[in-house]
């Protein structure tokens, strides 16, 4: 196929670096053609784009476990995308697929990326959720590094997120006691009576230490880390000997240090994790457990279809609404797991 | 046997908590009559008292792995012991022991916390070192939290003393490149020379980060930690992506603060073992591996037989001169392990 079109693409490029929250004037929306693909390519059509906390890290020009964004590249994410033309001979046009497109309406790609999506998934966006990059995260970190045994407690930072939201109903499923923390009264009602997480605590609330401390009588025995800062610090006087911490993110941090503690006291947690016999660890799901996804996907889709699990998104119409989008995940004003839907 | 004594016990007891580094005037020697052994007990006499730096948090009034000692208490520790009378169906005079006896010339026992030592054991200090908790610490923190891998490049600190000895030596049979960091030309030339690492740096020396950073040109994969302070500091920023840090002990943090860092370092830490996906664990060798022993000392025991394995003893002679000593290994100035002969 060498058809000449003359498409258009919209893309989000990065104009400047943020300070703090990323802005319209930091991302910038272009309209250029979009070229055909050469031969060994296919054109992918954006249908759905995952909006995650991690792109906000690649916007700055420090070293992470990924190379940050050049100014002027197009902002990464992860797609639900279609095959609009093939050059590729494992793919034809209408197949889906999850892609690694970013924040516009085409991309090509030489396929090497790209992973068919299972033709039966009932609806698409789960690929972006509850069965992609979030759920699986929730999913590995808390079963291979947190390893909750019935009977101990779970505490879980962004209940009613993407990631939370699984971390905690795969400990329910686990048999251990888990306590969420979220943002307004809405949302912790959602973490108890649809997520049915024992208790969740507003952490906008007064005295989130005390509250906390209230909700653990037995100590915390997994920290799921997934936003530091406040949180972090009203978990960690409740550890017990032998927790277990995963890290995989640091979301109140990504715009900045807001700290106001004034001594150094990263003695007193190497000291704790001594003392405690305690394992933090940090991991980054593709890297670390990307040959487990099968499995996974296999038990997260039997849970789903059993009525098992449960799985909000905060889907928003339209490529153009997507630096809004992105605002309100990184202060928390979405509610479920944020998806652009690009096209259908 | 209901033969009565006049043995007189010579003990060390805590009478009052140390402020820094224990002097005579809190470690207080006493003479007291011993007690013959009631029904179902043993009369242990001493022979070989290991001294160790976890004893020193031991002798502070503040949660720890363990509770603390008591004022008025007999200081704990290891020993290599005679079983000197028996009313216990178990054990007969003559027969020799592993124990806790703690800082004294006898000492009572129901059996429950007595080991019998391999009567093959060809050198009794070994039960206490390289066969015994330091030997046991070394390689399982080393084999089963830092599992490095041929090419990795480990880095152990105190690496003369009984712990990092062993540390780095079963990193080298594992084909690792192995640096060790200890205090003073001697003790490097020994690391170098006799234990066969392939570098190691003294940390007295002007630039410690410096030459830490030559030294390992292709970063840190596992850092044995067992002294904490300016060489955790030195080993930070050349850590490696997916580095391990075993926590086994931060000795020197046991007489109090000494950083000058004044802000806090936290956030960095727990952002490092996030965007280099880390694991930091800590572990006490006989809660969490205690199962694993046999295995321990059927490998350890091989190896020292084959000539692959050196230790050094620094041993002392006289119960009475266990305070010097014990000031001696908590400011570095033991070469070796640090055993105590008390009687023969």
Redesign the interface.
């Known amino acids: 196929m060498t058809t000449t079109s003359s498409r258009i693409n919209r893309r989000f490029i990065l104009a400047k670096r943020p300070q703090g929250m990323p802005t319209a004037s930091d991302i910038v929306l272009e309209n250029v053609p979009q070229d055909d693909p050469a031969p060994g390519q296919v054109l992918l059509r954006t249908l759905y784009l995952s909006l995650d906390p991690y792109m906000r890290g690649r916007m700055d020009d420090t ?3 990924a190379p940050p964004l050049n100014i002027g590249d197009v902002i990464v994410g992860g797609t639900v995308s279609r095959v609009e033309q093939s050059r590729h001979p494992d793919y034809s046009p209408g197949e889906l697929v999850l892609a690694y497109s970013g924040w516009q309406d085409y991309a090509l790609s030489d396929g090497r990326d790209l992973h068919k999506l299972d033709p039966t998934m009932k609806h698409l966006p789960h690929a972006l959720g509850l069965l992609g990059m979030p759920g699986f995260t929730g999913y590995m970190g808390l079963t291979d590094i947190g390893a909750p045994r019935a009977g101990e407690t779970v505490v879980v930072a962004a209940a009613s997120g993407a990631v939370g939201s699984v971390v905690g109903q795969v400990a329910k499923l686990r048999g251990a006691r888990v306590v969420g923390i979220a943002g307004g009264e809405q949302k912790c009602r959602y973490v108890t009576d649809v997520l049915g997480f024992d208790a969740c605590l507003d952490h906008r609330g007064n005295d989130l230490p005390g509250a906390l401390n209230s909700a653990c009588p037995d100590g915390i025995d997994v920290y799921f ?1 997934n936003v ?2 406040a949180v ?1 610090d009203a978990v960690f006087p409740l550890l017990n ?1 032998r927790a277990r911490i995963p ?4 979301i109140s ?1 990504y715009n900045g ?1 807001t ?1 106001s ?11 704790t ?12 799901i593709s ?2 457990y990307g040959e487990q996804y099968p499995a996974f996907y296999r038990q997260m889709s039997a849970w789903l279809d059993a009525g098992k699990i449960q799985f909000r998104e905060d889907i928003v119409d339209g490529l153009e609404n997507s630096v809004t989008a992105f605002q309100h995940l990184l202060s928390g004003k979405n509610f479920g797991k944020m998806i652009v839907r690009v096209a259908s």
């Open positions: 070293p992470s476990y880390e530091g800062g972090f000997t890290v995989c993110g640091m941090q240090p700290g503690v004034q001594h150094d006291r990263l003695p007193l947690l190497m000291g994790i001594l003392k405690k016999r305690m394992r933090v660890q940090g991991f980054i890297q670390d």
